[in-house]
């Protein structure tokens, strides 16, 4: 069943806001995005009402929901302050059950505010929750989320993955994966079940070429809801898949969930490096376990006569795991198979488990779980 701009303009008319008049009249709807039964948009307010709106995002999502054919709902309340005006003592961006992160420290005295991580409670089900991250883009960050939660379910655990890279969902092409998820009777989304993983991304609900032209409201809110809102099951590790950068998707993660540790993901160059420490400094400053550091793109090594060639420089990542004090996990080579398994949606730890670069990945993930034995023996 299609659902029309009209009909969700009608649900949100019986919504009022706390200025005394209809949602729709309130002059604080961007525009709403629909796309076979999802439905995209953000509630506008000025910062110093945003306490005021919060409970007004939920009604409006209930609303939304409730419209026949709506599948999936994703409202951000963004508050913004005015030009001129004072800032607020907290970050003027919110997310529904995303504190932001504040450096404001209250006169001596009085109580401190709760903490940006008081909010954070455990997903049902899992065990362990890891990030997989790097500070900058285009170092093959998603393929080797991918093939470490294969070789982590090679080790016999029970794996899930989350891509939340909002921008730029790379899991749907790198798994093949065209179907869309269903709803459960708790219209809760079901994971994709795909090599034996239980697969979940953003592409999964949005086509292939559209541009997520969101703020950071939005991919906060999408990251909530595909964290919170999916039926994840019983799993040992769920493994995130996340944007590169230091921005509101890490602070979400970061805030949402206890995480049990990250995975930094880097190329031996010194640029890519720059931004692995970065990252690297972003997760410990949140108190998130840094698990190690995985240099990919390592090395080239031709198919043809087996030379070896340093592209990007060679064991920059393991020295800087060294230097900083935190575990070296492995090198995986620059390799015409890892790039075609991937590329066709049959990454190379399925398609070739027997193959050497299958082995570099297991390595990994068996480093990964010996140091998440104790979350996963707990739970």
């Known amino acids: 069943m299609s659902v029309t701009q009209q009909q969700l303009l009608d649900a949100l008319a019986k919504v009022m806001s706390p200025r005394g008049v209809a949602l729709t009249e309130a002059d604080v709807l961007s525009a709403i995005t629909v796309n076979d039964g999802k439905v995209f948009f953000s509630i506008n307010v000025d910062a110093a009402e945003a306490r005021a709106w919060e409970s007004v995002r939920a009604q409006a999502e209930a609303a939304v929901r ?5 599948t999936v709902a994703m409202i951000a309340l963004t508050a913004e302050r005015k030009p001129g005006s004072a800032a607020p003592p907290q970050s003027h961006r919110h997310a529904p059950g995303v504190p932001p ?3 404001h420290r209250p006169p001596q005295g009085q109580p401190s505010p709760p903490s940006p991580m008081s909010k954070q409670s455990e997903i049902p089900g899992v065990a362990a929750v890891i990030a997989v991250a790097s500070g900058k883009g285009g170092v093959g960050k998603s393929t080797t989320a991918l093939n470490l939660a294969l070789g982590l379910r090679h080790l016999g655990l029970r794996v899930g993955l989350l891509d939340a890279d909002i921008y730029g969902p790379s899991v749907p092409r790198l798994t093949g994966i065209r179907e869309k998820p269903q709803l459960n009777d708790q219209r809760k989304m079901i994971p994709i079940q795909r090599f034996g993983l239980a697969i979940m991304s953003i592409g999964f609900l949005v086509e292939e070429d559209t541009a997520m032209i969101w703020r950071g409201p939005m991919v906060m809110s999408a990251i909530t809801q595909m964290l919170r809102d999916v039926a994840w099951g019983t799993l040992d590790i769920l493994v995130v898949d996340m944007p590169p950068g230091t ?3 890490q602070l979400t993660l970061a805030q949402n969930v206890p995480l049990k540790g990250a995975v930094i ?12 420490r970065r990252g690297l400094a972003m997760f410990k400053k949140v108190n998130v376990p840094v698990l190690g550091i995985v240099e990919n793109m390592s090395y080239f090594q031709c198919p043809q006569c087996g ?3 340093d592209i ?5 990542a393991r020295q800087e795991a060294e230097r900083l004090g935190v575990p070296f996990l492995g090198e995986i080579p620059l390799h015409m198979s890892i790039r075609a398994t991937s590329d066709s949606g049959t990454p190379v730890v399925e398609s070739e488990p027997n193959g050497p670069h299958a082995a570099i990945y297991r390595a990994i993930g068996a480093k990964v779980r010996d140091q998440l034995q104790g979350a996963i023996a707990a739970a």
């Not at 409730?66 to 709506?70: F, T, Y």
Request: glycine residues 16%.
């Open 247 to 249: 921005g509101d998707a």
């Open 312 to 316: 990007f420089g060679h064991g920059g």
């Open 307 to 309: 030379t070896r060639s």
């Open 66 to 70: 409730a419209v026949p054919g709506v």
């Open 265 to 276: 993901i880097s190329t031996p160059q010194d640029l890519s490096l720059i931004d692995a």
């Open 101 to 103: 992160v504040s450096s």
